[in-house]
């Protein structure tokens, strides 16, 4: 085990590297040039850009010079690598503002709906999972699949428009069932006491988060069916039953640790989500977080923040698929590494 995550700590800084070289060079094959937006002037996601054509061509040469732009990419890119080095992120484009310093609130944003999302996807969708491998064929297994099936098929930008349409109009919601669609916090509730803000939030976040479960939800229940499903067919499963232990016992004790394999594979792979967050459902709702801040940052080119974006995400992806192969060996002492 030792030799093994030895390995795989010497790995991750090379992998890293390949992930952002090759993130570095894709953001810059997108057409479009910060310095030509600065110069022309725009407006998106409510940023204003105040440069406008007045601009001279000897100002924008020093701009480019400014920010490593008139090198050539490689170089840029081993300009860029030496600032993350020294744990640089680098200065956005527009506004000259650090980039860690501006990432730092859309990421803690994200970081909560995102949990709070994850919590709730595995809290529904395992037990609901176990609970069908273990009565196959039944009527909650079969109406379990056909609602997760659709569920899983429905589109997250139809789903969130919808649950706008229907719920985000006080007069017209079905059973009085209203939430607000915009934003995370009423504007009254600044300088509350931390109960009322607490319940204000859970109050504009309920649909958001609804929006990035259900999808997941799908996928972790069938996974954790299928698991279930292939292990309790195995011979010491059957021991234990003719042992006479409990099903109870012989699910959740004996069956359950080593059908949650592809469950810790799966997890590894949703984690990343903590950081990236979901696009569409943060524009939808308008969404201060990391999606709509990436969002953002591809439509004004700001290579910075999104090379600290595929860098978060990278690191943490590794991270994650390093603790689930330790955890495969926690879950079945067979498991070995050598």
């Known amino acids: 085990m030792r030799t ?9 800084p090379v992998t890293l590297f390949g992930i952002t070289l090759i993130s ?5 094959l997108a057409p479009g040039d910060p310095a030509t937006l600065k110069r022309q002037g725009m407006s998106e996601g409510g940023r204003a850009v105040t440069d406008t054509r007045r601009g001279t061509e000897d100002a924008l040469t020093k701009w480019r010079a400014r920010y490593d732009l008139d090198q050539p990419l490689p170089v840029q890119y081993l ?58 064929e039944t009527f909650f297994d079969r109406m379990s699949s056909l609602t997760l099936f659709v569920l899983y098929s429905l589109p997250a ?15 017209q919601a079905p059973f009085g069932l209203w939430f607000p669609v915009t934003g995370l916090q009423d504007d009254r509730m600044v300088g509350a006491g931390g109960w009322e803000v607490l319940k204000d939030l859970a109050h504009h976040t309920f649909l958001p988060i609804l929006c990035l479960s259900y999808g997941t939800m799908a996928v972790v229940s069938r996974y954790m069916r299928a698991g279930m499903l292939e292990v309790i067919r195995q011979d010491y499963i059957r021991t234990a039953r003719a042992k006479g232990l409990p099903e109870s016992s012989v699910v959740l004790k004996h069956a359950l640790r080593n059908a949650l394999f592809p469950i810790v594979t799966l997890t590894a792979a949703l984690l990343p989500l903590l950081v990236t967050g979901s696009i ?35 690191v943490l992806e590794l991270f994650a698929i390093l603790v689930s192969d330790v955890l495969y060996a926690f879950l079945d002492p067979r498991v070995s590494y050598e």
């Open 157 to 171: 930008f139809w789903v969130a428009t919808m649950l706008v349409i229907i719920f985000g109009n006080r007069e």
């Open 280 to 314: 569409i459902v943060e524009v939808v709702f308008t969404i201060p977080g990391m999606g709509w801040y990436a969002y953002d940052a591809i439509l004004r080119r700001e290579y910075n923040v999104l090379m600290a974006t595929f860098v978060l995400s990278g």
């Open 79 to 136: 300009r860029w690598v030496n600032r993350l080095r020294k744990g640089d992120l680098g200065q956005t484009f527009f506004g000259n503002k650090d980039v860690w310093d501006e990432m730092k609130e859309p990421l803690w944003v994200t970081v909560r709906l995102e949990a709070v999302a994850l919590l709730l996807i595995f809290a529904v969708a395992i037990p609901v999972g176990i609970y069908s491998a273990w009565r196959p």
């Open 4 to 12: 093994y995550l030895l390995k795989r700590l010497i790995l991750l």
């Open 24 to 28: 570095f060079f894709m953001i810059h």
